[in-house]
Each structure stands twice: as structure tokens, then as C-alpha cells.
């Protein structure tokens, strides 16, 4: 292993991405890692290397179990919905995985057992007495996020297994100082409890060696040095924590998180392989060899896959990583991200649900900032990057090539590539391929937007318009040229705007689709002679002025009622009205409701079975903090009948029960009951 060998390789190249929480949906800190990894994996497979990407959704620790708390719901469930959803995003905005498993897995689990044993059998596991916090209020142990204190070394608010607010450190059970509760504040005491470590410590010679060969990005390289050196302490793999794979030494105790989590990039690997026809095939990733294995990861979980990671596979005998790929941070308009604070651009709501192009959003993200720096969203710099770097200067030479070229010769003219103009895609193809090897995308895309910018000064400085009226051989010349550079353009542009190139393609007169497929060499040969062009139509669209406000004003009223929350104020919420003939399609009927029982192991859930006159429906409703089973049951209320089903901790609700909020009581929420009333019985 050595960050000499370049792309690109004969070597087999595994590209995996940090596992994103199934706690929660997707918001654009996660594109800072999966847009340059899939940006990385598409143009390794244009330079023809032996690619595979794999990720998969991270399913256990205190996250998905906090979340599920919140939600009534199992944790299970939650990472079910949220699984989903990434599967569903994922290719919305072309980001298309070989593989996408979950922590979940049979194969992940087995794999991480497998693992695990192999360490204690190479004797690099041992049992310890830990102290851990316990909280008396809640009455138990607390691991990971279910603390906050301070942190022992830079003294900020932390986590209980990271520095998350300051130095960013991996912490181990029990270090934070003045330790609490993070869900009821309360001060913690510790408790006694023999947990499992592993024997981090004997790896530092073998990790200060590895680090300073290892290729990828001189963030993860350097802090993970620094670590190092500083000294290395062994690391708890146990929890406390009924959630999660079971610790094969000892059941009662759960792998923490970043045990399993890791693992799976070999088990999604290993599932890929099954998919394939080929069950052998993760062994050549995976068994000491070849194979390269690329890491992208955010920063903050360096530590993990830098220091952890290696000494893990080192210990049980597989491959090592070949290079990891840290990017820097997101902002949003300046601001750290920060969920609560409203400071976070969601990708479902906030921008596929608005129309907006995909592709825009991965060429923001490529390149908008180096790949090591932090990276701020901000609307007005994305609208100034869609209407001028890709409207004005790529789109417009591609429409004005494409437009002019079929409206005067419908096919491309007869003509050869200009030596100048084949220097240039040349010189942009190494510098494609060098930054690649740095593993730098924004000159990937700084690249093509030069050689865009050479299209547009070349077609004005020929002035084709006036040269088809008085010399149409050397205009055909010129526009030969022209496609020559719009063939380029949509071949090097694929791996960062794939659907864009697929509308360039077609319109050149090849299959469109094909376009994922052709290697990167096929910019320099340029269009055969006599060949149909498709229909030009502009490729990229200005974002319309109106629907920008729409999504600023959006966005600031999200931040305006976080800040007030903060204050603890409450915004007005501005009047919406509806219009008769919307109220006219809500069906609210009378229901005498039959049963009522409480969703098990929910904690503000009630089942309600009601009877409408014509059936009988099953409907959860979320009043189990105010009422108990016996208050409801026998109750007739009103009820919204033709609400779209949805299922809710595992139950289909066809409906819901309409409630009123008692005034100057938030919260107090009060069935609106219809005593004597027939079930069925229709309200107008």
C-alpha cells in the first residue's frame, strides 16, 4: 500500500461513504461526502478502472434509540422509515450505490461477530471494570448521547462519547467531567460494570507507520497523527444499551456502535457480491492483496476510521484502507449547521419538492469550496452558480453550438478537430486525472468550465452567423468544432451532472443513456461526419426568480421560529384559508369507538377500534399522555374517515380523531364528542 500508485489502476478500488444515522432524514451536511464519493467512483469507471460503491444505512446506537423514544415508535421502526427514505433520496439525486444495506443486516451482524471473535482470539480483547453514569431519574446506565458534560480536554459541553462542540475527540465511558443526563439534566452517579476493550495501545507503532503511508487527504492523515502521538489509550467496544448487536462474550452488553458500523462496509460489500452471482467477489476488497480500499468520510469521524478502523483490520487479519477521504464541514448562509436552530437546507422539503434540478445541487457542492474546507450554502451564491457559471457560460455554449449547427446543416458538417482545440480537452483530461489522485473535485469541475468559457470565446470570435451567409464551408468548419467541444464537455461533465449529460447526448444523436458508459478518452474523438443531431433545447434552466423568493422566505421563517423558541416565544402562524370546495372533500363522520388500548411499547400512542355505521377502523391516535384507555372507550366523536392511511408503530391508521386545543392550555388536546349521535352520521 503505498499513495504513490495513481489512478488510473489496475487494481480492484472499493469506494465507501460514511453511514448516515437512520434517525433522521437527509439534509445537505450528508452531500459534503456522498456527491464527491459518487463524483470519484463515476469518473474511475469513465478512466476504466474496476470500480465498486457501497454504503448502507447505520441502524443501532443511542441515535436511532433517542429518536424512537421521541416517536413512540420501536427502533426498528425508525430506522425502517428512515432506511427508506435514503433508499427512495439516494437516486433522486443520482447518487446510485452497487449496494445499500443496513448495520441491520444478517450479513452485518454475522460479519461483526465473526470479527469481533477473531480479535479475542488474537488476543487483543480483554474484560475491564468501567465506572458509567448512571442516572437515578430515569433509572439507568447511561452510554453515548445519553450524557453530556465536559469535555476532559478542551472543557466545552460534549457528548458522552465525543467532543462534539469542541475538539472533536473520540471520548471513552465515564471521561466527560460533571457528567448529566442529557434527557432529564439530572446529575448522574457512576456505577460498577465489567465491559470489554480493545488493546488500542499495542497498535500505535503499527497506526504511526500506516498513517504516514496511507493515501487520501492530509486532514485525516495529519489529526490522526497527531492522536497518535499523544498517546493512545484502549478503547471500550461494550455498551450498556439494549439496542444493537449482541456482544458475543458476554449478551447482556451490545457492540458500541462504531464497532459494527465500519463493518458493514466489508458485510454491504459481501451483499453486492451475492447480488452479482459472484460470492467470492468481496474477498478481493477485503482479503490482504490488492484491492484499494477509499474511504469518504466528514471530519468529525476521522478518528473512527483513521485510528480505530485500521487497528481493527489489522487485528483480524483483512485489508487495509488504501486512502480516507475527509471533507470539511457545512455552513449554511455563514452559520454552523444546527438543526434546532433552523440553520439546515433538508433535501427532500427544502429542494427536490421544490423542482429543483439534482444535478445543480452536485455541481454546488463539488464546487463550491476545496474538498478539506468548509463549505457554505448559501441561496443567493447557489442561484449566482446555476444562472452564470452553468446557465450563462457552460449551458450557453452548448445550446448556441447545438441550436446554430442543426438550424443550418441539420447534421454535423464536414470538418476536423483544430488542433488548438484538441490541446485544450487534452490538457483538461490531465487535469481531470491529477485531481482525481489528489482527490480534489473542485479542479475537476474548475476544469470544465474552462474549457466551456474556450467553447464560448472561440464561437464568438468565428462569428459563425455571419460566416454561413458568405462562407458556409468555413462555417461548417467552425460548427464541426464546436460539436467537437459540446462532445467533450458532455463526456467530462457525466460524473458531476449526470442527467445533464444525458440531455446533451441525446441531442448530439446517441443514445442517451449510454453516456455513463463512454471512458473518458472519447472526448478527444471527435463527431463523425453526416451524423443526425437531436432537437437542441437548453440544458440548464435559470432558477426562476419567484420560486427563489418562495425558498428564501421559507427558510428565513424556519430560522425566525427557531430563534424564538430560543427565547421562548411562539411566532404567529399566518392565516391559511381554504377554499369551500376543499372543505367539501373532508368526509367527517360520527364514531363510537369500541375498543381503546395503548400501543405497546409506545409511550404516547392509543388504538382506537370504531365503529362508523358501515365498518369497523382501526386508528391510532397520539393521546396516551392525557388519557387513559377506560376514558375514551365508549366515547362518539368525530373522525376524519378519508385521510390517507399511514402506518404508525407498525399499524395502519385509516383516519383520525379531531380534537380541540383547550385555550391558554397548549397541548391540552380534548376530543370533539357527539353523545346521541348515530355512528356514521355525516358532519356539514
Not at 38 to 45: N, P
Not at 416 to 443: M, Q, S, W
Not at 483 to 508: D, F, N, R
Not at 540 to 546: E, G, N
Request: one cysteine or more; proline letters at 6%.
Amino acid at each position: 500500500m503505498t499513495n504513490l500508485n495513481k489512478y488510473p489502476t489496475k487494481d480492484p478500488v472499493l469506494v465507501t461513504c460514511g453511514l448516515p444515522y437512520a434517525s433522521g432524514e437527509m439534509h445537505i451536511g450528508h452531500l459534503r461526502t456522498y456527491v464527491p464519493a459518487d463524483v470519484f467512483v463515476r469518473l474511475l469507471k469513465k478512466m476504466g478502472v474496476d470500480v465498486t460503491f457501497v454504503c448502507g444505512s447505520d441502524t443501532h446506537g443511542t441515535p436511532v434509540v433517542i429518536t424512537a423514544e421521541k416517536e413512540g415508535l420501536t427502533p426498528k421502526e425508525i430506522y425502517s422509515k428512515y432506511h427508506q427514505h435514503y433508499l427512495e433520496t439516494f437516486p433522486k439525486l443520482n447518487i446510485r450505490f452497487d449496494n445499500y444495506g443496513n448495520t441491520d443486516d444478517p450479513e452485518n451482524i454475522e460479519r461483526s461477530i465473526q470479527l469481533v471473535e477473531t480479535l479475542q482470539k488474537n488476543g487483543h480483547i480483554y474484560p475491564k471494570e468501567l465506572e458509567s453514569p448512571y442516572c437515578s431519574q430515569c433509572g439507568r446506565s447511561l452510554p453515548d448521547r445519553y450524557v453530556r458534560g465536559e469535555c476532559p480536554y478542551c472543557h466545552v459541553d460534549a457528548r458522552g462519547d465525543e467532543c462534539d462542540q469542541g475538539c472533536g475527540r473520540y471520548l471513552e465511558p465515564g471521561e466527560v467531567l460533571n457528567p448529566r443526563c442529557a434527557v432529564c439534566g439530572s446529575p448522574t452517579r457512576p456505577v460498577t460494570r465489567t465491559h470489554y476493550y480493545f488493546k488500542l495501545s499495542n497498535f500505535t507503532k503499527f497506526l504511526e507507520d500506516f498513517l504516514q503511508r496511507m493515501g487520501g487527504t492530509k486532514n485525516a492523515r495529519n489529526s490522526a497523527l497527531s492522536w497518535v502521538r499523544e498517546g493512545l489509550r484502549d478503547w471500550c467496544i461494550t455498551r450498556d444499551l439494549d439496542w444493537g448487536i449482541k456482544f458475543p462474550l458476554d449478551k447482556e452488553l451490545t457492540l458500541y456502535v462504531w464497532v459494527d458500523a465500519p463493518i458493514h462496509y466489508m458485510s454491504s460489500t459481501e451483499q453486492w457480491a451475492k447480488a452479482i452471482g459472484q460470492p467470492d467477489a468481496w474477498e478481493k476488497f477485503w482479503k490482504p492483496g490488492n484491492g484499494r480500499l477509499v474511504h469518504y468520510i466528514g471530519q468529525d469521524i476521522v478518528h473512527h476510521h483513521c485510528i480505530f478502523w485500521p487497528a481493527m483490520l489489522k487485528g483480524s487479519d483483512y485489508n487495509l484502507p488504501y486512502a480516507v477521504v475527509a471533507s470539511g464541514m457545512v455552513k449554511i448562509e455563514g452559520h454552523n449547521f444546527s438543526r434546532s436552530r433552523g440553520y439546515v437546507v433538508w433535501i427532500k422539503e427544502d429542494y427536490l419538492d421544490k423542482g429543483l434540478d439534482p444535478d445543480y445541487l452536485r455541481y454546488y457542492v463539488v464546487s463550491g469550496s476545496s474538498h478539506t474546507k468548509d463549505l457554505d450554502f448559501a441561496w443567493d451564491v447557489f442561484r449566482d452558480k446555476v444562472n452564470n457559471e452553468l446557465v450563462n457560460t457552460f449551458g450557453n455554449f452548448i445550446y448556441r453550438a447545438l441550436h446554430f449547427t442543426n438550424k443550418n446543416f441539420g447534421e454535423v458538417p464536414k470538418g476536423e478537430f483544430d488542433p488548438k482545440l484538441r490541446k485544450e480537452v487534452e490538457r483538461t483530461i490531465r487535469g481531470i486525472t491529477d485531481a482525481v489522485n489528489e482527490y480534489e473535485l473542485k479542479k475537476v469541475s474548475d476544469e470544465i468550465l474552462k474549457l466551456a468559457r474556450i467553447g464560448n470565446e472561440y464561437f464568438q470570435a468565428a462569428k459563425p452567423w455571419e460566416l454561413v451567409k458568405s462562407d458556409k464551408d468555413k462555417a461548417a468548419e467552425i460548427l464541426y468544432n464546436a460539436v467537437a467541444l459540446v462532445k467533450a464537455l458532455a463526456v467530462l461533465i457525466e460524473p458531476i451532472m449526470p442527467s445533464v449529460a444525458e440531455s446533451i447526448w441525446g441531442q448530439l444523436g446517441y443514445e442517451a443513456a449510454e453516456i455513463h458508459s463512454v471512458p473518458i478518452e472519447e472526448a478527444l474523438n471527435s463527431p463523425e461526419v453526416g451524423s443526425k443531431l437531436g432537437t437542441p433545447k437548453p440544458v440548464i434552466a435559470k432558477i426562476d426568480d419567484d420560486q427563489f423568493a418562495r425558498i428564501k422566505e421559507t427558510i428565513a421563517n424556519r430560522i425566525k421560529a427557531a430563534e424564538a423558541a430560543e427565547r421562548g416565544e411562539t411566532l404567529e402562524e399566518p392565516e391559511v384559508t381554504v377554499t369551500f370546495d376543499e372543505f367539501k372533500r373532508m368526509d367527517i363522520r360520527a364514531g363510537h369507538i369500541l375498543e381503546c388500548t395503548r400501543v405497546p411499547k409506545t409511550k404516547k400512542l392509543l388504538l382506537l377500534k370504531v365503529d362508523l355505521g358501515t365498518e369497523i377502523r382501526e386508528i391510532v391516535t397520539g393521546l396516551a399522555d392525557l388519557y387513559k384507555p377506560e376514558d375514551l372507550t365508549g366515547k362518539t366523536a368525530l373522525f376524519l374517515v378519508n385521510l390517507e392511511p399511514k402506518k404508525i408503530a407498525g399499524i395502519e391508521s385509516k383516519g383520525m380523531i379531531l380534537a380541540v386545543e383547550k385555550a391558554g392550555e397548549p397541548g391540552a388536546w380534548v376530543p370533539v364528542t357527539v353523545e346521541g349521535v348515530p355512528p356514521g352520521s355525516k358532519a356539514a
